[in-house]
């Protein structure tokens, strides 16, 4: 059985780093792409980032490209959000999401329960 | 980017129903188009991918389809399990991947 577990979610004042991650079990990890997706408070989805399943290859939306980076370590299942200058409006559950593409890029398939991240000051 | 857009926003039905809701991409994405439900306090669950496969898992009371720029989701005799918020996203043209805004299925 698929499972994420996201964790490192906390209350950040503005301008604050954090790094989220995302513990993956249950698939060959190094098989597939990874997806960061976020929902503010009360607000639909937002397609945050991607990374291949070698790591090679990284996609971010515009809002938080230059300030979050997207990695991977598969030697431990894990996928990362190192989120700089972090603003009000990145405020949102974060959840890590396994494409449903082998070696490839499609949709989100399986989903963790998120983490919070709080950026006030 | 490709934008998305669903309507109804939010839907009222009765237990029993058939329903269907539509997404709108503003470009052609053949049939890149996924659907999600999602539960108050629960994470996002994958339901139909290329617009009309259903995820494994799934029972066949919901149906997709469309291609191009229009596509449907139908949910067929309504439980109430079903009343949840529902999304489309497109996986066509990346970056951004973008959803629709959401429609929320409430029991009438």
């Known amino acids: 059985e698929v499972q994420l577990v996201e964790s490192g979610g906390v209350v950040v004042q503005p301008g604050g780093s954090l790094r989220l991650s995302c513990a993956a079990s249950g698939f060959t990890f190094d098989d597939y792409s990874m997806h960061w997706v976020r929902q503010a408070p009360g607000k639909g989805l937002e397609w945050v980032s991607l990374?291949?399943?070698?790591?090679?290859?990284?996609y971010y939306t515009d809002s938080v490209k230059g300030r979050f980076t997207i990695s991977r370590d598969n030697s431990k299942n894990s996928l990362y959000l190192q989120m700089n200058s972090l603003r009000t409006d990145d405020t949102a559950l974060y959840y890590c999401?396994?494409?449903?593409?082998?070696?490839?890029?499609?949709?989100?398939?399986?989903w963790g329960q998120g983490t919070l991240v709080t950026v006030s000051s | 980017d490709i934008q998305m857009t669903q309507s109804p926003s939010s839907l009222s039905a009765s237990v029993g129903d058939r329903v269907t809701i539509t997404c709108r991409a503003s470009q052609d994405i053949t049939n890149y188009l996924a659907w999600f439900q999602q539960k108050p306090g629960k994470a996002p669950k994958s339901l139909i991918y290329a617009a009309s496969s259903l995820q494994s898992g799934v029972p066949s009371k919901f149906s997709g389809s469309g291609s191009g720029t229009d596509f449907t989701l139908t949910i067929s005799s309504l439980q109430p399990e079903d009343f949840a918020t529902y999304y489309c996203?497109?996986?066509?043209?990346?970056?951004?991947?973008?959803f629709g805004q959401g429609t929320k299925l409430e029991i009438k």
């Open positions: 990374i291949s399943w070698d790591g090679g290859t990284t």
């Open positions: 999401a396994k494409d449903q593409s082998h070696r490839g890029n499609s949709y989100g398939d399986c």
């Open positions: 996203q497109q996986y066509y043209s990346y970056p951004p991947y973008t």
